[in-house]
Structure formats: C-alpha cells, structure tokens
C-alpha cells in the first residue's frame, strides 16, 4: 500500500476506484514535463476535521522546493488555502489565489479539481513563489481598493440609482463583474465576507469562478440571465458553502455589461433555526415517552383492577385510568407536532375516541363534537383542558343518564371571541341537584381546581332534570 492509499484509508472514506484515480493523477504528475519548475500536490478533504490534507508531493526538478519539511500527511487548512477548499467545494478551478504554506510562505495556487463521476475526491495544487510580489501587494495600502468601498460608486456602476432594489440591500455583500467575469467592484461587506471564509489579500481583479460559492460560473449565469427580463430579475438562490450557509440575488445590467451579485451570510439565521428545529424534536421525543409511560401506568392499573373484587375499588380504578388517559392522548399528539401550539378539536377529538374505548357502558351515548378548527392552545393548556372535559364526561356517563332516557347525548362546543376560548359541554340528562352533590365529590373539586388555578377561567354550572350545561372560560394567552 503507498503513501496515498495509507492517508487516504486513514482520513477519507473514499472508495478503491477513488483511491485509484489519485494513484494514477500522481503518476501523470511525476510523469509530465511541464510540471517540473513547481511544487505539484494533490490534497483530499479531511473528513474528520473538514479540511484538507496533503497526500501527495512532487518537488520540482529544476529549482529548490518551497519547502524545507516533508508536507505530506499535513493539514492544508482553510484559513491558509483557501483555494483548495473552494476547489473541493465547488468542483471549480481556483487560478492563482493567494496562499500561505505550513512553513509561513506567501504563495500562489493554480487548483483544479480531480472529479470522479459527480464527486471532487480531491485536488491538484500547482505551486509557484510570488511571496515578494505578493507581499508587496498584500501589505501595501490599497488606493484602489477604497475606491471599491465606495457604496454609492457600486451602485452608480450598476446604473440603478432610481431602483431601491440594490440600494435596499447595501447591508449585504456586493460584486460586481466585468463582461469578462473579472471582480470590478466590491463594497466593504463582500471583502469581509470573504476573509472570513478564508481568502487572503485582494479580492478585486480575481475571475468570476475564483470567487463562486455556490459552485456556479459566469457564463452559465450569463446564459440564463439574458433569457430573463430585467424586470423579473434577479435571480435568487440559496446555497451552504462549507460551514456557511448564503443566499444570492445576481442582476445583469445589459447596458453596463455588467453581473451585480449580492450575498446575504445567513448562517446564523439557519444555525437558530436549527437549534429550534433540535429543540423541537427534543420536545416531541419527550412527549413521546411521557405518552408512553403513562401507558406503562395504564396497563399497572387495569391489571390490578382485574384482581379486585371490591366494586367501589374498581371504579375508583376506573375513573384513574380515564384520567391517565386523558393526559396520554394529549402527550400522543404532541409528539406527533413540532410547534408548541396544538388543535384543540384535534385533541378533543382524541380525547373522545380514546373515552369511548374506555366505556364498558352497554348505553348508547353519543358525543357531538362542534369546536372551531382555528382554536388553538399551548401544551400546558391542553393537558388542562383534557382533564376538564374528561372528568365532565365521567359524570355524564356516570351520572346524567337512566336506562329509559331515549337518545343519550353530548354536546361539546368551543368557540373564541376577541382570544376568549369558552368551551361548553352540554348533556342531555337528568341533572342534578348541585347542592346535594357531596362537597368532596372529586371530579367537581378537579373541574373547578384547574379552571380556575391553572386556566385563570371563569365555571358555570347549570342544569336541571331535561340536563346539565357547564361552560368554563379562559384567554387564550395564558397569564404570566
């Protein structure tokens, strides 16, 4: 096994065809003439550190290297070249970027792309000493350049200065390009961008393709730019480039011959929408197991209902596991949603199917369900809310119907009003006589607990022999 195929094996996971094409590129390399006055490397991508690292080096024939150490094996990282991660990146060419080497040295690069199928495996780095030039041109003041800063030059460039739609966006990064695809303008934000992203010295001069993210070039551009009205431009898009995340705008003004491309850094926006998106199913998988333990709880109890022999006993279970139930059949529909809002007729609907199971009641009861779809409440709203209705239906079953009333029924309503929810649940009983009803009655002491403790409501109760109305209101934004 050589040398490329030991650090490939060690750093990538690139296949033996991959491997294979490498191998052969280093032998055309040691083996072509016009390659013998430069430093030549191939590099691969580090896929543990998202970088690069050398795998090959062939030292030039007729001057001394511009190295003093072996670089194989070391890291080319991205702050230093970033040519070659814009090369594996991008599948594109980068042509005489500025570099630094391990060893400190300023350089140029000419990279381009060992492509197998529709992958970049890695790159050929071609090497030349520019370091007093260079130098020269990296440290001394940049007359020039400051005429590029000039916001209101670019925009006057682009002949747009009635249009706010480049004015509206001096925040972001502005280049603008020659009909040739050379950087003829930039304003302070593009130069930052891309420093951060790890290029080095000037960006002004440097072709269209150098400077792409988002792997494209400039004639593709061109072509589907002059196919659009400028009146439907721009043309928008949205692409990650390393660990950054941009959107682009890309104008062609035909009158200036002249590509405007505008980038907007939006990588802290994705990262938090990607720690909500986390946290969120975070969430849900935890409503998940809450909806799963307390099924756990469920089966405990039916199982030592069914060793009762005590009536009482049993219905006390009974009644316990409806309720448990109810908290479960808000969990299992929250672990099914990302956003912390929940339907409250979809819950409610749960609520009821999951109550009718439960009934060992040889009646026939029915449940008429009428709550506006757009209602929607929190988590802790909800888990409230179910046990409110559940215990009313426990009474109803329980209580409101004989054997001889025809057409047992339940009403439950729910409307909002000005962020009011109100919620009614209406049966057609017998009814009862609130006063006679024991005061430590448990499933009274729960309705009127959590309306008014954890839903900050208003309960009303009224009802006679032809039924029973309870109604209990709350705002929908709970108080803090």
């Known amino acids: 096994m050589n040398e490329i195929e030991k650090l490939c094996q060690r750093y990538t996971t690139l296949d033996s065809l991959d491997v294979k094409l490498l191998v052969e590129t280093a032998e055309k390399i040691n083996q072509t ?68 080497t391990q060893e400190k040295r300023l350089i140029h690069q000419r990279i381009y792309p060992i492509i197998r199928g529709d992958r970049t495996i890695g790159a050929t780095i071609i090497e030349s000493d520019e370091s007093e030039n260079v130098l020269n041109d990296f440290q001394s003041p940049k007359d020039g350049q400051a005429r ?9 460039m682009f002949n747009r200065q009635e249009s706010t739609t480049i004015t509206d966006q001096l925040a972001d990064a502005i280049l603008v390009f020659d009909h040739s695809g050379a950087l003829v303008l930039a304003n302070q934000t593009a130069i930052n961008l891309y420093q951060k992203v790890g290029y080095i010295g000037k960006i002004i001069g440097l ?60 990588t802290d ?4 929408e990607a720690e909500i998106i986390s946290k969120s199913v975070a969430i849900r998988e935890i409503n998940h197991r809450v909806k799963n333990n307390l099924q756990s709880v469920i089966s405990l109890l039916r199982i030592q209902q069914r060793r009762l022999d005590d009536e009482t006993a049993k219905q006390a279970l009974t009644e316990s596991i409806s309720r448990i139930t109810a908290i479960a059949s808000t969990y299992e529909l929250m672990s099914k949603q990302i956003e912390d809002e929940t339907n ?43 046990i409110i209705v559940n215990e009313l239906l426990q009474n109803a079953f329980a209580h409101a119907f004989i054997a001889s009333t025809p057409q047992n029924h339940v009403l439950i309503q729910g409307t909002v009003n000005n962020n009011v929810i109100t919620l009614q649940v209406k049966d057609n009983g017998i009814g009862f006589d609130p006063h006679r009803t024991r005061s430590g009655s448990l499933g009274l002491m729960i309705i009127r607990s959590y309306v008014s403790d954890k839903l900050s409501g208003k309960l009303n109760i009224e009802t006679s022999s032809v039924g029973t109305d309870v109604t209990f209101s709350f705002d929908h934004t709970p108080q803090q």
Do not use: C
Not at 231 to 250: A, E
Not at 269 to 272: G, L, P, Q, R
């Open 33 to 100: 003439e016009r390659y013998q006055d430069f430093d030549v490397f191939i590099d691969v991508r580090n896929e543990f550190s998202d970088q690069a690292v050398v795998v090959f080096h062939k030292p030039p024939l007729t001057k001394q290297s511009l190295y003093h150490r072996q670089v194989v094996g070391q890291q080319a990282l991205r702050t230093n070249e970033p040519g070659v991660m814009h090369t594996l990146e991008t599948q594109l060419k980068s042509v005489d970027l500025l570099a630094e």
């Open 148 to 156: 590029f800063n000039d916001i209101s030059a670019t925009v006057k």
């Open 207 to 266: 072709d269209f393709e150098n400077l792409s993210l988002d792997g494209t070039r400039f004639q593709e551009n061109l072509k589907v730019l002059s196919q659009v009205d400028e009146r439907d431009q721009p043309l928008k898009s949205t692409f990650n480039y390393l660990n950054y995340f941009f959107s682009s705008r890309k104008f062609w003004n035909r009158e200036s011959r002249q590509l405007v491309v505008l980038l907007e850094d939006k």
């Open 269 to 272: 926006v994705k990262a938090k």
């Open 344 to 386: 409250l007729k979809a819950a409610l609907q749960l609520l009821v199917s999951h109550f009718i199971q439960l009934d060992d009641n040889t009646q026939q009861i029915t449940i008429d369900l009428q709550v506006d779809e757009t209602i929607t409440v929190n988590s802790d709203q909800v888990v409230t809310i179910s």
